[in-house]
Nanobody, 122 residues
């Protein structure tokens, strides 16, 4: 059974940092791109960052470039999202996902975690 479990969310002041982790089980990790998406109240789920299967390519939405870093450890079946210089507008539920195809589209991801709340206070 495939399972993605996020951790590391919480409450942080603006300018602070958090590191999200996504642990995968079920044997699919190394064969999938990994992505992070977020969804704020009343808004659609949006792409944040993605990383290729090997970790050699990374992709970010413009609003997080230079602040967030996505990485993966294929030996540990875990993906990470290091978030620095957090802003109140980064407040959302963050989801990790595993998939193939386009890095940016939710429809390209066939496995999703349950989400972890990130709240940034001003």
């Amino acid at each position: 059974q495939v399972q993605l479990v996020e951790s590391g969310g919480g409450l942080v002041q603006a300018g602070g940092s958090l590191r999200l982790s996504c642990a995968a089980s079920g044997g699919i990790f190394v064969s999938r791109n990994m992505g992070w998406f977020r969804q704020a109240p009343g808004k659609e789920r949006e792409f944040v960052a993605a990383i290729s299967r090997s970790g050699g390519s990374t992709y970010y939405t413009d609003s997080v470039k230079g602040r967030f870093t996505i990485s993966r450890d294929n030996a540990k079946n875990t993906a990470y999202l290091q978030m620095n210089s957090l802003k109140p507008e980064d407040t959302a539920v963050y989801y990790c996902a595993a998939g193939r195809g386009s890095y940016y589209l939710t429809t390209s991801y066939d496995y999703w975690g349950q989400g972890t709340q990130v709240t940034v206070s001003s």
